[in-house]
């Protein structure tokens, strides 16, 4: 029983990770895949956000059935859900079949996502839950930087087909690993099994959170999406773009956990505006300047200190009973923004004629998250989410 909690968050974290890798495959491969099949960069953005297409309307669906079919069964499904969507991809290889394999590993996706909180929020309290909901948080961009240093090699050596289909490798590791160690937590009864809708108050707190984790993760996708694009234009090697996504992405890990304990220390709003700072600050500097290795430092590393908090101040926006469906209220959210962001970016780099444009665009995504986290601290009880000076 001890180690049960740690292999689940294990499990977790590890398809968090195939969640970043599956999500960042189509921009690392942009390079390749704009010129082979003749895109322009609206086209490039809509096939990043493919993955993000039905999230906003099957995430509610899927809280409420993991309400009524419980965890296992339905972060399960998605999880096999994302190895079928790769699958896809590489057997219907044209554009719109890669869009729709990237749409069927998505919803998968969306499963995992929904459920994951909760799931940690069952098993972990007090300054556990912080620490684990960190570890779940910084595993995304563990999995964009490993894309960014796998996919590239592994296409010059066996071809894009080959990148596509590693795409299942992570997500079937998570699948086997969560069948095998998950158990519901032990104060959760099967009364939790019918539908309870959060109240009035708990939807507006879930959709301001999901707001506000919207703005963090559409911009930073918006990042991640077209700087190798930029750089590469600009002539740098692709040692170096591998260098500042390596940093922009791997550099989240130390950030987002230590984040969380200074967040405990000198309050959650300081920790999340001075993040903000750093990460817009870097986007706009990558962006119009050089140095982008410098850049890619405010926004790996200084810029990545708060995403636990957002996140955590989302899970907490609803009692535990009603956390299922509240956390696909949230979710529901984020695809709606998820989906739109890198398109967004893409419609700001062609009317710039360049991707640093989609670079710039999801510096003003970034910007949103202050006003619209300020709005849930005057809204919400923040004093029993995070420590408030």
Known sequence: MALRPWCILAALAIARIAFGYQFQTIATLGYDLVPRFGLSYSEFGAMIGAYMLLGAFVALPLGMLGRRFGDRVVLGTGLAFMVIGACYSVWDGDPAGIAAGRSI???????????????????????????AIS????????????????????????????????????????????????RPAPHVTERSRGFSWPSGRECVLLGIGGLTWTAYTAGYAGYMSYV????????????????????????????????????????????????????????????????????????????SIHPGVIMAVGTLSARPENRAVGMALFYSIYYAGGTLGPTL????????????????????????????????????????????P
């Open 135 to 182: 570890v779940s948080v910084c595993a995304y961009p563990v999995g964009v930087g490993l894309a960014q240093l796998v996919l590239p090699p592994l296409t010059h050596q066996f071809g894009w087909q080959t990148a596509l289909l590693s795409d299942a490798v992570l997500a079937g590791v998570a699948f086997v690993m969560f069948i095998g160690s998950f």
């Open 105 to 131: 590993a998505g919803v998968g996706a969306v499963a995992m996502i929904v459920l994951q909180g909760k799931i940690i929020a069952d098993w972990f309290t007090g300054k556990r839950f912080m620490m």
């Open 228 to 303: 190798p694009t930029t750089l590469a234009l600009r002539g740098d090697s692709l040692v170096l773009i591998g260098v500042v996504m390596t940093i922009a992405t791997w550099g989240n890990v130390p950030a987002t956990m230590f984040g969380g304990g200074l967040a405990a220390r000198f309050g959650a709003f300081r920790i999340l505006l001075v993040g903000t700072v750093c990460l817009v600050v870097g986007m706009v500097g990558t962006a119009l300047t050089g140095y982008p290795v410098f850049w890619s430092v405010l926004v790996g590393i200084l810029g």
């Open 345 to 388: 970016c893409g419609v700001s780099a062609d009317l710039m004629g360049d991707p640093a444009g989609g670079v710039l665009a999801a510096a003003v995504i970034s910007a949103a998250v202050v006003p619209i986290f300020l709005l849930h601290r005057r809204l919400g009880r923040h004093e029993t989410m995070l420590p408030r």
